[in-house]
Each structure stands twice: as C-alpha cells, then as structure tokens.
C-alpha cells in the first residue's frame, strides 16, 4: 500500500466506527506559546479532553501532519523524521479500553492487512508511589484479542528498558508491562513529570516485528519492544486518560475517561510492506529516487545524507504550504535550519548546484491528499523555498571552504573560528558543529563557551563604535532606545515607499522616551499621508521580522546589495549593514552602527505625535512607542 491508501482507509475505517473526520490543525498553533510546532494529534484537542464539549461529538478521527525537532540529530537511522503525519482517532468520554484494542487490532489485521503473529504490545506496570495499579485490564483485553487470532499472548514483567535489554524475550511472550518511562502518557513524560491539572494516564503501545535478523545484540543489547534496535517498530500508541494530576501531586481519576489515539502513517505504511526502513515508502521513495538520479550514487551507500535530504524538505514544505517563511525567529528559523541541513547533505553527494526545483514537486505531488484548509499557501511553497536556497548558496561556499581552510591550519577549531565563520561568512555555529562532526573536525573542548564570550565583545565593539557614528543620535545604549533607534530604520523605509522614494534622512536624535527623525520633504504631510506611514511601521512591527547585519566591502554594500547610507565618501572600507526583514526583498537596508532590536515584533506600537518644518526643505518627525 503507498501512504494516501493507508490514510484514506485508517479515516474510511473510523467512520464506519462512528466517528467523525475533523479538520487537521496547522502545523504553527495560534495562541499556543508552549510548543513551536504541532507535535501529535492530540495537541489541538486538549480542551475537549479535559471535558470542554467537541461540536462534532465524542468519536472523532483525522489525520494530523505533525514536526518534532527534538528528533532532528536522529533523522538518518531507518524510522527517525522530524515530520510525520499522525493518524489519530478519540473517544471523548465515550469507549474505553475494550473498543479501542479490538478495533485497532481490527484495523491493522483486516484493512492493512498485517500478520498478526508479527504484532506485539504493551503495558503500564503500574506506580506504587502515586498508588496507580497496573493495567491488567488491557493486559486481558490483549489476550482475548490475539487468542482469537490463534495466537497464544504470554506476559512478561519486564519493568524498565534497561532490564528488557539484559532479559530479551522468551518463548511464546507477546504482551509486556514497562515502567511508566515507556508505558504512561502525560505532556510532562512519566508520573513524576505530569504537570498539575493534566489528563494523563497508562498507554498500551503496538510494535510491530521485523524480525531476528535486524537484532543488534552488540550495540543494543537484546530486543524487546522497546528496546533501540532496528528488529521492533512502534505503530501505535493508544493512551487511555483515566487520571488527572491534582495539585497535591496525587492522581485521581476522571469521571468521563478518554482514549487518545496516534499511529504513525509512516510506520504502519512501512510494516504494510513489511520494510523496517520508512524511507521506502510512497511518501519519501520518489525523493530517494531522485536524488539517485541527480547525483548518481546509490541510496544503500548514501542512506544518511539521502534520509536527511528527504525528511528535511518534505519538513520545509510543509511550512512554505502553510505560509510560512525562513527567518531568523522561531518557526522561520527551524524551517530555515531545515532547508540549509539538506543542502549541505545534498553537498556531501555532490550536488553542488540548486536542486530543490527537482525535489519540492515531488513533495508536492506526494501531499496533494491533506486538505486545503491547511495547506493555505500551495502555490508559493516552492517559490520560498528556492529563494531560500540560492540565499544560503551565496554564503555557503564561502563558509565551507574556510572552515576547511581552518581545520587545515589547526588540529582542533575553537569556539573564536566558529564565531568567525558566523560572523563573516553568515555560516550559523549549529551547521559549523554539525559539519565538522560529520568530516571528523575536532572542537575545542570549550568551544561553546569560547563562541559566546566572543559574541558579546563583539556586541560591547558594535557598541562602542556606534556611540561615535551616532553622537548626537543616540543618548544612550538602553533597551527603549535601541527600540526607536530601530524604528528609525522602518520609519525612513516607509516614508520613501509611501511618500518619495528619495526621501533620505537628514537627522535624528533618539532618547528612552521618543525619536525625532528629519527627512528631505518640500511639502507639510496631510494627516492622510501621516497615518500611511503610522499604519505601515507598525503592520512591520506586528510582523515581527527578523533584524540582523553583516560587514561588506563599500563598494558591494552600495552598487549590489543598494544599502541606503548619508556619508559614503566618509564611511571606512569595510562597513556594517543592517537588514530587516527577507534578505532577498527587504524591507530595510542601512548602512549603520547599531545597536538594534533582533526582530521587530518586540518595539511596541509606533505613534507619530508631530510632523513639522526643520529648515528649508526639511521636514522633521517626533514619534513614541507604546505598549
């Protein structure tokens, strides 16, 4: 079966159930400030799992794509991914343990079509602390489901996984207690982390078997559901909430108990064609083939950086399909780490030209099953991912080949080179370490430590020298000063796009509490034009773009990247520029010492309090920001 099969017949399943398909959310959550993306299906419905009533009732399902960057460092092993689509089904009160077993089994068996001697399980052992039984109750469900499937389901009590590892299995064990490490659910982890007021309760995973020949005794010790070897997979996790933490720490149980489903779509598409590595599924497979063929290396001798590759883009698709855009904030960032990860796997196969016109179709095609209403932004995905692309090559080769020059000169790099290819070359420090991680570079010991103190002198520097360029212009070097200093940028940006593309600036002075900015103008602003520009900096501010500068040549700042600047014929040979927003298209770009906020979204709201006559010819500004 390829992905879209599997999908469409988890939700055809579900229905015929009961349950109703609901929308998949956005992988960015709105007014969620506890999480970057959307991690599990779960995520969207956690009001209506702590009672708060669902307006298509208590049995719903859907298919939710889902990011987890804590699994970013594992992408490159057979079944790790950053991005997956979660299938999901839930009961709000309604069935409990016994429905939820015997149906997905149901469903694993009948409609995929998996052998069901090949499917193992397990349970809560319980917690005797938090006075929380073992969940015997699923155990018995366990056996009377395989029983009916020929199969006879010994338990095994194996406690933690680091037990599991030294015991193994034994003949005829199929269903298995663990520690609530493994087998109790909370978005804190075990019992002990639970936060107060959550749901939370046991699980009762689904694994499936590869078998023997993919153990790895020497390196995982002996395999067991969850154990870290290649031989069991997990497919589902069915969490049946029966607890809520109090804020005494105890548990006490729910009187409407839920279930909360997740089956990787993913997995179980790669055990529906009995492969333990996902990658050669629908969804990733035509990737791999492509890049087979754009670098004409096989995808056996080059699986890490081909997984890499694949993940990574289908990630930053995603993104780009829901609107969003690499920056240097947030989930702009992380989606920009994305992007610039597969490029420089893509440079270890050899690709050393643009390549994402090539791949981001095929992701494309293979998504055209998630709906619309998430996927808002289709038709631009690949256009944000290209000029993303051919952003990061102009610097990337420039970086690389002086961190190669740096390893040629020095054994061990410290964290001051590194610090020197951020800052010179734009090349971010976590793909310096990934890099040399991946060439066998050796990092000093303190590298990390020695990379910060050099950031903050050359912080306290920028400081420093733009007390000189700006005497008279800034008061002091205060957070509210360096506030409006940066407002000043998108104050000027804004005038010369609304009012007069000429327009330049003719003079500040920027204190804690206002700025006042002159500018060439040879007529008085109408409060029409005044409220533009009011309008205009502040729909930037609220866009919260990212602020960032580099070091150029004169001559490059001025003819190709067109910084705007007042004293060319009196700035040095090499001079700071600062950018906000796209580094492609952006919406400011000045010549200037700084300091500046790191994104606008932190200045406030901008109010211009008066416009008037300076001199001749020159109109002045004085605005104020406010919470």
């Known amino acids: 079966m390829d992905a879209n099969e599997v999908r469409q017949k988890f939700l055809d399943f579900q229905v015929k159930k009961g349950h109703k398909v609901i929308a998949p959310a956005p992988l960015v959550l709105e007014g969620d400030p506890t999480t970057l993306f959307t991690g599990s299906g779960m995520q969207p419905l956690l009001p209506y799992l702590l009672g708060e009533p669902h307006k298509d009732g208590k049995r719903l399902c859907d298919s939710q794509p889902s990011m987890r960057l ?29 429905e939820q077993i015997q149906s997905f089994f149901e469903f694993l068996t009948k409609e995929i079509g998996l052998d069901p001697h090949k499917i193992y399980v397990t349970c809560f052992i319980g917690n005797e602390k938090y006075g929380i039984p073992r969940d015997t109750e699923a155990a018995k469900i366990w056996q009377e489901v395989f029983e009916k499937a020929g199969i006879e389901a010994k338990i095994a009590e194996i406690g933690s996984a680091k037990e599991g590892d030294k015991r193994g299995i034994k003949e005829g064990e199929r269903i298995f207690f663990y520690d609530d490490h493994e087998n109790w659910w909370s978005r804190g982890g075990g019992c002990e982390s639970t936060p107060i007021g959550d749901p939370c309760g046991p699980d009762s995973e689904v694994f499936y078997d590869f078998g023997e020949d993919k153990q790895d005794v020497e390196k995982y010790g002996l395999s067991h559901p969850a154990s870290d070897g290649a031989r069991f997979m997990e497919i589902g996790n069915q969490v049946f909430m029966q607890y809520r933490r109090m804020p005494d720490g105890s548990f006490e149980e729910l009187e409407h108990k839920n279930v909360d489903f997740g089956g990787g779509l993913e997995r179980i598409t790669a055990a529906s064609i009995g492969s333990f590595d996902v ?17 004409a290396k096989s995808y056996d001798n080059n699986t890490d950086e081909m997984r890499v590759i694949a993940d990574h883009i289908r990630g930053a698709y995603l993104l780009a399909a829901q609107g969003l855009a690499p920056s240097n904030k947030t989930q702009g960032y992380a989606m920009r780490r994305l992007v610039r990860r597969a490029i420089l796997r893509a440079l270890d196969l050899g690709i050393s030209t643009n390549f994402l016109s090539e791949i981001v179709p095929i992701v494309a095609d293979n998504y055209k099953g998630l709906p619309d209403s998430i996927l808002t932004h289709r038709e631009v995905a690949l256009e944000t991912l290209l000029k993303e692309e051919v952003a990061f090559r102009k610097t990337l080769n420039k970086g690389l080949k002086e961190l190669n020059k740096l390893s040629k000169n020095s054994k061990v790099l410290s964290g001051l080179d590194l610090f020197k290819l951020q800052d010179t070359y734009g090349f971010p420090l976590e793909l310096s370490v990934e890099e040399c991680y991946h060439q066998n570079i050796e990092l000093s010991k303190d590298y990390q430590a020695e990379f910060e103190k050099a950031l903050k002198e050359q912080r306290e520097r920028s400081q420093t020298a733009s007390k000189g360029m700006f005497k008279g212009g800034l008061e002091d070097h205060g957070e509210q000063t360096i506030k409006y200093h940066t ?41 029409e034009e005044i409220k533009k520009v009011e309008d205009q900096v502040n729909e930037w501010i609220a866009a919260d773009l990212p602020v960032v ?48 906020v790191e994104h606008t979204g932190v200045i406030g709201h901008f109010k211009i309090v008066k416009e008037e006559s300076s001199a001749a010819g020159i109109r002045r500004i004085k605005a104020i920001l406010t919470d």
């Open 487 to 527: 407002v000043t940028h998108l104050l000027l940006a804004a005038l010369q796009k609304l009012i007069n593309p000429s327009i330049s600036q003719k003079g500040s002075n920027t204190t804690a509490e206002r700025t006042r900015f002159d500018f060439n103008l040879d007529h008085k602003m109408t409060p």
């Open 549 to 596: 500068f580099d070091e150029y040549e004169k001559d490059y700042a001025r003819n190709t990247l067109k910084a705007h600047g007042q004293f060319w014929d009196k700035y040095p040979d090499i001079l700071k520029v600062y950018t906000i927003g796209d580094f492609e298209a952006p919406i400011s770009r000045e010549v200037c010492g700084g300091p500046h």
């Open 70 to 98: 804590q699994d970013i460092e594992d992408v490159g092993d057979p079944r790790h991914t950053t991005v997956f689509e979660m299938l999901g089904n839930w009961s709000l009160g309604d069935y409990f343990k016994k």
């Open 279 to 295: 990658f050669k599924i629908s969804l990733m497979k035509p990737i791999i083939d492509k890049l087979e063929e754009i670098s």
